[in-house]
């Protein structure tokens, strides 16, 4: 072992931060870490929570408890997405909306076949752009309160573009100027998911015995986790823990295709076949969509207990990482 190697000892050792990580990390008990390589699909989603058929109230109602003081609050709402379809799920509080809000667009075009309302503010910048300026300076969201109030409208939809980090009080100051309700709209990748992150960051902020590691990239389990440290990787790091839980993402740091096997990258664990579970064509389409949920695998590398959590990229994947990453825990 390098003497430089850090050596870290707790009860719980969560791998990756997305919505899944989070979950667990701020349901397990004890002492808890987290390793983050970096920002993977949670980062970049729509950000709104569909709901599917069979639900699980009881992670949805923990989910709207934990983020309800955060810089993020959900609720059980509407949301439009920028195709303009209409769906129910958990929503951030900037994208439940009433009424028939005027669509206001990011590019002067309008939306499908519908009238939308252009913002030269908005022309030639991405979605992140404008909210990172935003976020920066008021003097950007008075500009645009000064051009909806120009036209109107009972109420507006905007692009999502509020911040990550103050977007009720943007979306406060810009209902005042405006004279009329702002709400956003659904879209990805967007500024939605960043917000989502932020507002699990502000829960797990709060919780003394959740530790975050971040810019750390596990590479092997052997004798507990070993990874590398810091955005220049120069630092070696060791953890040791009882329970390990594998939260490594979805479409961006995936399972790994071995064959015909799908495999957990760190353990080699197979946890589906793409002939039985998914068929050759859904594969060679979609190569970026594998993900074992919620699966239990063998004790390895020194844990006693290993679990995974997280979820496929597509329909309902954040509900999926909220799901699995919440139940991480069960029966321990
Ligand atoms: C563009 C896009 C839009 C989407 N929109 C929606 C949507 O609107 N609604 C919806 O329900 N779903 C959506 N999804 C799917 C949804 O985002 C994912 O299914 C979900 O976020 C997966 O969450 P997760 O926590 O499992 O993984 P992730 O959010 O990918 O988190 C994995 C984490 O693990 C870390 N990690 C990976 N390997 C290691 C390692 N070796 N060491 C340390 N850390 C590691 C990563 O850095 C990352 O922090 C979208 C996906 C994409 C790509």
Known sequence: MKSDMLCLECDNLVIGAGLAGMAAALRLKGKTLVASAGLGATAISGGAIALPERRDE?????????????????????????????RSGLVQTTTD???????????????????ALGLKVFAGRSCQEVAHMIEADDAWLDLIGEALSNAGADSYLLPPVLGVSRAMQ????????AGAPVYEYVTAPSVLGLRLLRGLRDALDRNRDITLLETTTIESIDGGARGLMGTKRLRGVLVEASLLVLATGGPLTGFRLDGDRVCEPLTGTVVGDVEADLGRS??????????????????AGGFRDVRAAGAVAAGYGLYEALRTGYHAGDGL
């Open 58 to 86: 009881e992670a949805e109602r923990w989910f709207l408890k934990t983020l309800q003081d955060t810089c993020c609050p959900y609720r059980e709402g509407q949301y439009m997405t920028d195709m303009r379809a209409v």
């Open 170 to 177: 943007a979306r406060k100051r810009l209902e005042n100027a």
């Open 282 to 299: 859904f594969a060679a389409d979609h190569p970026l969509m594998f993900k074992g949920i919620g699966v239990c695998l063998p004790a």
């Open 97 to 115: 909306f009433m009424g028939s809000p005027v669509y206001v667009s990011p590019d002067d075009r309008p939306l499908n076949d519908g009238i």
